[in-house]
């Protein structure tokens, strides 16, 4: 990887975004950035992509030919498009980049926490200890008290969607009728959305880490605390406080590997530390295209500008 300041040259790349759902603040950030350092870059709505079959892929008012790097921010419910577009890609603008990696396997399972958590401990690095299953599965696990105990797990556990962010689909069992009540309210999202949730060992902390990751490379690290002491999630959308932190270099090595191992180029890396021990690294998830806010706030680092900036040195 060659240094992005001494690669750096304005006006040199063309840039696509795309992205699922609304126009983010973090994207018009990103566009705004792109737009200050002179560099051509076009936010995409999976809305605008739409082609006829044998006919040329075309992306409502967008000249999509002219594109030298793609970025596909989000994923998630697109993987369609996604698909369609790079197979278009690859055949019609070889030379064309796509970000990340993970993009280019067309697998959408990989970007679920249950593939990573099985890649990761793959390559010998500690991840909780984890059963994926569906609801059913996990909650007859966890009855069964001999099972329960022989692989390791006790109350309070975690129940945690194999999808989802923000901490938004992840929960905290006390004890097994708190589980089943859990069980029973996400049956729902399992049936209805295609859920699927992990079982993990509840990891006490103080606190966690988000490692921002920026090709190859640690952009910088805050540490999160959860906003009370019934809160256990630390993330920043639940009202977790977010401070710069210097983390150690192995630390930094670690999230570089990790991102690596998920297919990843850009990414927020969120560990936790067992005991608060930096030599106890344990990671919770990859994050493809993190949110910066909470990140930029506390670091004052100037995210859209870099991701631009390695965008551009692609
Ligand atoms: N196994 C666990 N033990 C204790 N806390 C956890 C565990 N897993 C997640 N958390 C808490 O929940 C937060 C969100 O979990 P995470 O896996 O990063 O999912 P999300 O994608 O929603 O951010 C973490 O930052 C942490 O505070
Ligand atoms: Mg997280």
Known sequence: MQEMSNDFKPFSKKIAIFYGGKRSKHLRLVQKAAEKMGVELDL????????RINDELRITNYEWKKYEVIFFRTTGKHWEEV????????????????VDPLVLKGRPSDACKAWQMVELTRHGIEV???????????????????????????????????????????????????????????????????RRYMLQ??????????ILVLGGKVLGAVRRTSASSDEFRNNFSV?????????????????IRATKICGLMVAGVDLVCRGGDWHRPVIW????????????????IDVPAEIVKFLVSL
Request: charged content about 25%; hydrophobic content about 35%.
């Open 83 to 98: 698909n369609l577009v790079v197979d278009w890609v690859k055949r019609n603008n070889p030379k064309c980049k796509i």
């Open 201 to 210: 060992e509840f990891i006490p902390n103080n606190g966690d880490y988000r």
């Open 44 to 51: 995409i709505s999976y809305n605008k992509v739409g082609f």
């Open 128 to 194: 909780p200890r984890t059963i994926y299953g569906s609801l059913w599965t996990l909650y007859e696990f966890s009855r069964k008290k001999s099972n329960f105990e022989k692989a390791g797990f006790s109350f309070p556990v975690v129940l945690k969607g194999s999808s989802g962010d923000r901490g938004i689909n992840v929960f905290k069992a006390d004890n097994l009728a708190q589980l089943e009540r859990l069980v029973r309210q996400l049956r729902r999202s399992e049936v209805e959305e295609g």
């Open 285 to 300: 998830e990859i994050n493809k295209g993190p949110q910066f806010w909470g990140f930029m706030q506390a670091t004052g």
């Open 239 to 255: 009202g977790g406080k977010v401070e710069v932190v210097m983390v150690p270099e192995s630390i930094k090595k670690l999230a």
